[in-house]
């Protein structure tokens, strides 16, 4: 369900403080509104009731889609895995409702960031219909291409975003810097797919953090790099 709770914010402009209204979960099937705020950002935005000034606060959040079958928690990694293992039946409280979604026929995807585009990256991918594993796999194989090129100086980070025309891309950055954006390659994608996909474990069951790290190791596992 959608949890939330009221807390003051001091705008850092004029030192006013306003009320803010904190999601600790958030449900789009109970709150469908919520799903566009989130996307474009507007739901952590305080906007100061003195002067107007715009400020983005940032918390930790369980984000629930539930009509696409994906969770996603934002915040530290470990407090993510937790909480998701929870769900996964072994808590309690929540075990019933963890084995009907073991049952389903589609797959629920549980998943645990602590980076805010991270987060961002994983709703364009769930909303193209994209496994996010395969997707890191791609984007490790950028980065692979980039380092190779002799271009790489440490901390790249690739993202997969859609733009306002609908087309997904992928960004390269290092810190606040844009290293250069390329269309996503659906060809790509296909193949890697049919490369990787039957060597992946059952999606429900995968470990919560998919990101980088986690396709270098898998690629490791298979003694490709």
């Given at each position: 369900m959608t949890s939330i709770r009221k807390v003051n914010v001091t705008c850092p402009e004029c030192h006013t403080q306003g009320e803010f209204t904190v999601?600790?979960?958030?449900?789009?099937k109970e709150s469908p509104a919520l799903k566009e705020k989130v996307r474009?950002?507007?739901?952590?935005?305080?906007?100061?009731?003195?002067?107007?000034?715009?400020?983005?606060?940032?918390?930790?959040?369980?984000?629930?889609?539930?009509?696409?079958?994906?969770?996603?928690?934002?915040?530290?990694?470990?407090?993510?895995?937790?909480?998701?293992?929870?769900?996964?039946?072994?808590?309690?409280?929540?075990?019933?409702?963890?084995?009907?979604?073991?049952?389903?026929?589609?797959?629920?995807?549980?998943?645990?960031v602590d980076d805010r585009l991270a987060f961002r990256e994983k709703l364009f991918i769930f909303d193209a219909g994209l496994d996010d594993r395969l997707v890191e796999i791609y984007k490790f194989m950028v980065l692979y291409q980039y380092a190779?090129?002799?271009?790489?100086?440490?901390?790249?980070?690739?993202?997969?975003?859609?733009?306002?025309?609908?087309?997904?891309?992928?960004?390269l950055v290092?810190?606040?810097?844009?290293?250069?954006?390329?269309d996503f390659s659906r060809k790509i994608y296909n193949e890697v797919h049919t490369q990787y996909a039957k060597k992946l474990h059952d999606i429900r069951k995968s470990d919560p953090v998919i990101d980088t790290n986690w396709a270098q190791n898998f690629l490791k596992s298979l003694a490709e790099i």
């Open positions: 999601y600790k979960s958030i449900n789009t474009d950002g507007s739901l952590f935005q305080f906007v100061c009731p003195s002067c107007g000034a715009k400020t983005t606060v940032d918390y930790p959040f369980l984000y629930h889609q539930p009509e696409d079958h994906f969770m996603i928690n934002y915040g530290k990694l470990e407090d993510g895995r937790k909480a998701l293992e929870m769900l996964r039946g072994k808590g309690v409280a929540l075990k019933d409702w963890a084995e009907e979604m073991e049952k389903t026929t589609r797959p629920y995807v549980l998943r645990a190779a090129a002799g271009k790489a100086q440490g901390g790249e980070k690739a993202y997969f975003y859609t733009d306002s025309k609908g087309h997904h891309r992928v960004q290092r810190g606040k810097e844009t290293l250069g954006l390329a």
